[in-house]
């Protein structure tokens, strides 16, 4: 097990797992409690578009996805604010779109088709020093943006309080739809674009069965985020599957036990 | 003479519908004012343009001399009409209280503020609601706690959007004196809407009868007059009374 972790790139997905695990299951929460689930698994699949698009410019993937997804997710969340068609409309028009242009570009670099399988089901142990470096950005201004936390809560348990109290609550609403998107991209690498919706949200919904306050809810999600991420990259490691698949399967084991004990309360 | 909330000409307009029109009011401030009126007579709407939550299509409405927008949220105690509160989120009625004097939701309560809002919850008598749950309250007992969430700021000026709604005779008694209370010791102005109209005649200083444009506005006795009634309702008299003739001319 030691000697495990003196290789290199076992080092930098361990890192970029910890990174991404706590982050995702953070806003995991916000996630679930404003019942943005599909958002998640929406811009999962814009990160598609990204990726495919980076990949064609020959570019760092990670680092053309990134601007490219915020972008989705704040015309969703403008087309949502705009007109009446709901947020689920917008984002399926975009996803959709994100695709069909990911697969093209795709289909006209048809060398990439491989590379391209290993961020469909995450491939941790190709996380490179630049992935790494896009996680940890990330990471970074996810902590940066801590005291958006009491404002973002405020806003998801009653909008017009918020509002009432002068929090600009549009602005903070595309800021964390933005940062929805940069914890997606930051995602994909480990956990794969087709789960991380899920990776997004079993955290956080494992931690809701458990909590009294909104606080709690946050940091066991993020406890139970990253204590997925090591036990799923070690089963990873050690039956030699797909990280992401692993990882999933460990938060959906913590879920099913967590409904298990909260039914016998 | 200070006015706490002034509107001047003011209208609303959702799209084609006018839910409020050629609004012109002056509330003096230490009123206690009822604002009564049908359903969709857009006293909720009211609210929320003293509130700033909502902009007038034309004219504008001022609180305490300045535009409602820009007004201090400290200024404002504010108990919204539906509950629409999200039984999904877990919180604790101390928490909710909390946000009345840090405007955020609170990631840890400090000291001061935990105290606080235990004083403002023993205010509504609701000390022991503080660390419950607020999925599991009761209609009432989420009223106090709202109640107590307007009271711990200590604003100038309550907004109540029908705060009674859930309360039992009693609880509904206390609130009543509880408002009192509060406004004797800090000199503030309360608009409150109801749809009880003997509370209106007891506890208030102004009654504003509304339906979609003012019908009157001014001390009880002649705001509730049977004209001022007429208008806005189309009939005289309590509901109750009204069932009862419906009824009787059944039998
Ligand atoms: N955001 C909105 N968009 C469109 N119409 C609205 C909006 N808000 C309120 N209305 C309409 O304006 C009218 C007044 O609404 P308001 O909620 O102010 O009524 P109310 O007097 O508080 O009624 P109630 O006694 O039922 O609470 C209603 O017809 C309502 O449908
Ligand atoms: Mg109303």
């Keep these: ?265 | 003479m200070e006015f706490a909330v002034e509107f001047e000409d003011v209208s609303v307009r959702f799209g084609t519908y006018t839910a409020l029109e050629g609004i012109n009011l002056k509330v003096p401030a230490g009123a206690f004012v009822a604002i009564i009126g049908p359903n969709g007579a857009g006293k909720s709407t009211l609210l929320k343009l003293v509130l700033g939550l909502l902009r007038p299509s034309s004219g504008r409405v001022l609180v305490f001399g300045v535009p409602a927008p820009r007004a201090p949220a400290e200024w404002l105690g504010y108990v919204p009409q539906f509950k629409t509160l999200d039984r999904s989120f877990p919180a604790l009625a101390i928490e909710l209280v909390a946000t009345g004097i840090r405007r955020r939701w609170p990631f840890r309560l400090s000291p001061v503020e935990r105290e606080a809002s235990l004083e403002a919850l023993r205010r509504v008598r609701g000390e022991e609601l503080a660390y419950r749950r607020l999925a599991r309250l009761s209609g009432g007992e989420l009223q106090r706690v709202y109640l107590a969430r307007a009271f711990v700021r200590r604003p100038r000026l309550l907004l109540l959007d029908e705060p009674a709604t859930g309360m039992d005779v009693l609880g509904e008694a206390d609130m009543y004196r509880m408002l009192e209370r509060y406004q004797r010791e800090h000199d503030a102005t309360v608009l409150m809407i109801t749809h009880d109209w003997e509370a209106a005649r007891h506890h208030a200083t102004h009654v504003l009868v509304l339906n979609r444009r003012v019908i009157g506005f001014g001390p009880p006795e002649r705001a509730l007059s049977d004209e001022c009634l007429r208008r806005a309702f189309g009939h005289v008299g309590h509901p109750h009374e009204l069932s009862f003739s419906v009824g009787s001319r059944d039998a």
């Design chain 1, 1 to 265: 097990m030691l000697d495990l972790l003196s290789l290199p790139f076992m080092q930098r997905a361990l890192l970029a797992g910890l990174l991404v695990g706590a982050t995702a299951s953070y806003f995991g929460v916000f996630v679930v409690q404003r019942r943005m689930s599909f958002l998640g698994s929406g811009l999962a699949h814009a990160a598609l578009g990204g990726v495919a698009l980076g990949l064609f410019l020959d570019a760092e993937p990670l680092y053309v996805a990134l601007p490219f997804t915020v972008l989705i997710a704040l015309l969703i969340a403008w087309v949502r604010e705009r007109t009446e068609l709901g947020g689920d409309t917008a984002v399926g028009v975009f996803f959709s779109l994100s695709v069909a242009f990911g697969v093209v570009l795709l289909a006209l670099k048809s060398e990439y088709t491989a590379d391209a399988m290993a961020y469909l089901f995450g491939s941790i142990l190709a996380v490179t020093p630049a992935d790494l470096g896009a996680v940890a950005l990330v990471a970074a201004v996810t902590l940066l943006l801590f005291p958006f936390w009491e404002r973002w809560a405020y806003a998801t348990f009653d909008r017009d309080l918020a509002r009432a109290d002068r929090l600009p609550v549009l602005f903070d609403d595309y800021l964390l739809t933005a940062m929805v998107a940069a914890v997606v991209v930051s995602a994909v690498k480990v956990v794969g674009i087709l789960l991380v919706a899920a990776f997004l949200v079993i955290p956080a919904a494992t931690a809701r069965l458990f909590s009294r306050t909104f606080a709690q809810m946050t940091l066991l999600a993020v406890v139970l985020g990253v204590a997925g991420v090591i036990a799923g990259l070690i089963a990873s490691y050690l039956y030699d599957v797909p990280s992401g698949a692993t990882i999933i399967l460990v938060e959906s084991a913590f879920f099913l036990l967590g409904l298990l004990a909260v039914r016998k309360i």
